[in-house]
């Protein structure tokens, strides 16, 4: 997605997401003049510099509502602000640990960690199957899962293979390092299955 801001759209300026897969636009009316914007690296909203009465910073949700996030102290008060460059962001939240995994069944995998981060937004969680000797296999992120959640399922699974996961805190500004569920006897194999039978009956007078 790509994020630009129209100063000159009356009655009200826009700040205007496009889809770069379509190059399709979708503005979201803001009250004032719109000068400047930037998107933290998670999360569904962007920072808005926005020359209203008050020139104030905004957080620009997806559903187009807006929040004013800089400070009500007059020391604190932008002066005829213009433009809002790169997102700074802050420190990444510290890594979970103690990523563990069991079979629930043929197709399901149970997944547990510890949460070690106090700022965190969620986690991110990737797998892949357990690649043979000289072979290559890229991680897939499967899910996420909200603040200071410590467990998933993993459903979908093909019986009998082994797969290792991994998983990261991230927060608006970063993503951590990795829990890691992998190597030698790290994986977690599911049990052969996948094949039920299905009964269908008939009564006949």
């Known amino acids: 997605f790509v994020l630009a801001t129209n100063s000159q759209a009356l009655p009200s300026a826009t700040a205007t997401i496009i889809d770069t897969a379509n190059l399709k636009p979708s503005g979201y009316g803001v009250t004032g003049s719109a000068f400047g914007i930037a998107a933290p690296k998670n999360g569904s909203f962007a920072y808005l510099v926005d020359q209203t009465d008050n020139n104030g910073i905004y957080a620009l949700n997806t559903n187009g509502k807006l929040d004013e996030v800089t400070s009500g102290d007059e020391a ?51 797998r892949r199957v357990k690649p043979e000797d000289g072979e290559e296999n890229s991680y897939v992120e499967v899910a996420q899962v909200g603040q200071d959640v410590t467990s998933h399922t993993d459903g979908g699974l093909v019986g ?5 996961y991994r998983i990261r805190a991230f927060n608006e500004a970063a993503d951590s390092g990795y829990a890691i569920l992998s190597g030698d006897g ?16 008939s009564l006949l007078e």
């Open 76 to 126: 604190f008060q932008l002066n005829t602000p213009y433009a809002l460059g790169a997102f700074m962001g802050g420190a990444p939240p510290v890594a979970p640990s103690d990523l563990t995994g069991t079979t629930n069944t043929y197709d399901r995998i149970d997944l547990t960690w510890s949460d070690n981060s106090d700022d965190e937004l969620g986690f991110k969680i990737e």
């Open 186 to 201: 790290g994986g977690v194999t599911t049990e052969e299955g996948g094949f039920s039978w299905c009964f269908i009956g």
């Open 160 to 164: 009998n293979n082994t797969y290792e």
